[in-house]
Protein backbone atom coordinates (compact mmCIF):
# COMPACT_ATOMS: atom_id res chain seq x y z
CA UNK A 1 0.00 0.00 0.00
CA UNK A 2 3.15 2.04 0.81
CA UNK A 3 4.57 1.60 -2.85
CA UNK A 4 0.90 2.98 -4.63
CA UNK A 5 0.93 6.26 -1.94
CA UNK A 6 4.91 7.00 -2.73
CA UNK A 7 3.93 6.83 -6.59
CA UNK A 8 0.96 8.74 -6.22
CA UNK A 9 3.12 11.06 -4.33
CA UNK A 10 5.36 11.93 -6.96
CA UNK A 11 2.61 12.80 -9.53
CA UNK A 12 1.21 15.13 -7.38
CA UNK A 13 4.70 16.40 -7.14
CA UNK A 14 5.39 16.78 -10.73
CA UNK A 15 1.93 18.29 -11.72
CA UNK A 16 2.43 21.09 -9.03
CA UNK A 17 5.93 21.86 -10.29
CA UNK A 18 4.67 21.44 -13.27
CA UNK A 19 1.64 24.28 -12.31
CA UNK A 20 4.22 26.89 -10.72
CA UNK A 21 6.51 26.24 -13.15
CA UNK A 22 4.06 27.29 -16.51
CA UNK A 23 2.51 30.21 -14.32
CA UNK A 24 5.99 31.61 -13.15
CA UNK A 25 8.11 30.62 -16.68
CA UNK A 26 10.27 28.95 -14.45
CA UNK A 27 12.51 26.48 -16.39
CA UNK A 28 13.87 25.24 -13.12
CA UNK A 29 10.56 24.04 -12.09
CA UNK A 30 9.00 22.95 -15.23
CA UNK A 31 12.09 20.46 -15.47
CA UNK A 32 11.59 19.38 -11.85
CA UNK A 33 8.08 18.28 -12.98
CA UNK A 34 9.27 16.49 -15.94
CA UNK A 35 12.16 14.64 -13.61
CA UNK A 36 9.17 13.90 -10.84
CA UNK A 37 6.83 12.62 -13.77
CA UNK A 38 9.60 10.03 -15.55
CA UNK A 39 10.02 9.02 -12.06
CA UNK A 40 6.40 8.07 -11.77
CA UNK A 41 6.01 5.94 -15.20
CA UNK A 42 9.46 4.50 -13.48
CA UNK A 43 7.78 2.90 -10.75
CA UNK A 44 4.66 2.64 -12.53
CA UNK A 45 6.24 -0.04 -15.20
CA UNK A 46 9.33 -0.88 -13.07
CA UNK A 47 9.14 -4.97 -12.63
CA UNK A 48 9.16 -5.84 -8.90
CA UNK A 49 11.71 -8.38 -7.87
CA UNK A 50 11.80 -10.61 -4.90
CA UNK A 51 8.93 -12.58 -2.45
CA UNK A 52 8.07 -8.93 -1.09
CA UNK A 53 6.77 -7.82 -4.36
CA UNK A 54 5.31 -10.94 -5.65
CA UNK A 55 1.65 -11.32 -7.37
CA UNK A 56 -0.89 -12.99 -5.19
CA UNK A 57 -0.76 -16.11 -6.89
CA UNK A 58 3.00 -16.70 -6.82
CA UNK A 59 2.81 -16.17 -2.86
CA UNK A 60 0.24 -19.28 -3.14
CA UNK A 61 2.32 -21.30 -4.73
CA UNK A 62 5.19 -20.53 -2.79
CA UNK A 63 3.64 -21.45 0.35
CA UNK A 64 2.00 -24.67 -1.69
CA UNK A 65 5.91 -25.67 -2.29
Known sequence: MQH??????ILIAALVLYSIGLV????????GGGAFELWFWARIFARRRGPNHSSKRTREKLRAA
Open 4 to 9: YLFTAA
Open 24 to 31: SGALLLFA
